[in-house]
């Protein structure tokens, strides 16, 4: 095993920025130790290319023996499968149909029912407006009578408010005639 750096330059390295000569050489045989056992970890987890050659070969055949299986069951049980299926896309064929069917029946029937709602809704309106209409028109029908009997009543007060009037003026003048 070689290590890759120069461990005399990290050690004038580490002396330059303030270490001391032993200092800078622990920590540089500290990290000599830690890539010695990385190293090691790494060499144990290392296959050589005979071993990999073997075990390429080992999952090669692996795989053939998987794609003979496959074409085994792809002429047998992915048949069925295939034809179940196309069966299943038909029913699912017909209950999307029928889905469909009852959706637009719902559908006019609510239209129906709406149209009917807004018919009701329009004759109620308009017998609510018919209503307002005479309602109106007896209320302007009874202010136009209180108006004519209240112009009345004023006429009839204002005639005997002048008869009063002249009765008290005639009564003074008869008065003012007699002592004088």
Same mark, same amino acid.
């Given at each position: 095993?070689?290590?890759?750096?120069?461990?005399?330059?990290?050690?004038?390295?580490?002396?330059?920025?303030?270490?001391?000569?032993?200092?800078?050489?622990?920590?540089?045989?500290?990290?000599?130790?830690?890539?010695?056992?990385?190293?090691?970890?790494?060499?144990?987890?290392?296959?050589?290319?005979?071993?990999?050659?073997?075990?390429?070969? /080992? %999952? =090669?055949?692996? +795989?053939?023996? $998987?794609?003979? @299986?496959?074409?085994?069951?792809?002429?047998? #049980?992915? *048949?069925?499968?295939?034809?179940?299926?196309?069966?299943?896309?038909?029913?699912?064929?017909?209950?999307?149909? /029928? %889905? =469909?069917?009852? +959706?637009?029946? $719902?559908?006019? @029937?609510?239209?129906?029912?709406?149209?009917? #709602?807004? *018919?009701?809704?329009?004759?109620?309106?308009?017998?609510?407006?018919?209503?307002?209409?005479?309602?109106?028109?007896?209320?302007?029908?009874?202010?136009?009578?209180?108006?004519?009997?209240?112009?009345?009543?004023?006429?009839?007060?204002?005639?005997?408010?002048?008869?009063?009037?002249?009765?008290?003026?005639?009564?003074?003048?008869?008065?003012?005639?007699?002592?004088?």
């Amino acid at each position: 095993r070689r290590l890759f750096f120069d461990t005399h330059a990290l050690v004038c390295l580490l002396e330059e920025n303030g270490f001391t000569t032993r200092q800078s050489e622990v920590i540089v045989s500290a990290l000599v130790k830690i890539m010695d056992n990385n190293l090691d970890m790494i060499y144990k987890d290392m296959v050589t290319k005979v071993q990999q050659e073997i075990a390429l070969q /080992q %999952v =090669m055949s692996h +795989i053939g023996g $998987v794609k003979k @299986d496959m074409i085994i069951l792809e002429k047998s #049980e992915f *048949s069925a499968l295939r034809s179940e299926n196309e069966k299943i896309k038909l029913e699912l064929q017909q209950i999307k149909k /029928q %889905v =469909m069917d009852e +959706i637009t029946k $719902v559908r006019a @029937d609510n239209k129906l029912n709406l149209n009917l #709602e807004k *018919s009701r809704v329009k004759e109620l309106h308009a017998q609510q407006d018919r209503a307002l209409t005479q309602t109106d028109r007896k209320i302007d029908t009874e202010v136009a009578d209180l108006k004519t009997m209240l112009e009345s009543h004023k006429l009839d007060n204002i005639k005997y408010l002048a008869g009063s009037v002249f009765t008290c003026l005639t009564v003074a003048l008869g008065f003012y005639r007699l002592w004088i």
